[in-house]
């Protein structure tokens, strides 16, 4: 009988997929920076590639090979991209999540980034394990604040640390991860456009977007925040965790706002923003789930 399901059951399961390999990378004694001797355990091999900035690296499935961009010089973005190319491999050699998926109530034209959802979930668990984040949000409260602290605390990646956040949240959220590009502008229209401002030669691009399970729509990446949202008052502020209401960033949604509680913070060369569509549930609602 063939078993239909939708993608946060598939979700679930690259999550307990991921914690089991997980535990086989501790049981070896194989530590979590050392990829060489992950992907032996795992047989893949790895290999570095010359590529433009904004690719990250890919995973050859037939070679079992993953293959990352030699040009990332940041360390978290680095471990991110090599999580979510084992997690492809990882998900390429489960017969049990690749019929699933083959069968899922997913529609063609966006089976791929359904995929890419899939391995930064199973990027996100293998980097910091979601019981130890709903451990430290059930104490705390649920706020980008709370990244800082995370990422201290079990020494994670702040982009694994805020997918695990959104992922482990009971309330409806979204959560988008935005980096600044610079923005390449006709060299004749630039000073006519921005005579003052050099900053807005930069502008900042979603890197990865996710909704918690209580979400309903699906978010894109790669398009860019306008200029004087809230996400951009971070810039001023590191490490501060900004509050106030917003859009949620989408395409196309200039005539369509989704204002909605917005909580955003910007911390190791990323700005995070958390949407609330509804309110973050307290302790002790939390205890009581
Ligand atoms: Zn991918």
Redesign the pocket.
Known sequence: MIQRVNEKRLTQLVRELAQKISREIMQAGVKANDFEGIVRLNRAVIRWQEMELAKLG??VKDECKIILNSQITNVERLNFTFY??LT?HLIEHNDEILSLFADAYIPTNTQDET??RL?NAGAAELLVPSDNVYKMVKEKEFSTALIPELCERYRASSIAVSLQMVNIAHHDCYLFIAELRSVSLDKALQPMLFPYDKVRQQQLYVIYSAGSPQSKYLMPRNIPIPYGHLMYETLKYEGEAIKGKDDIPRRNSINHAWITDCDAMYFRGKVFAFFNVSQPINNQQMLLL
């Open positions: 890919y995973y979510h190319e492809h995929m890419e391995c």
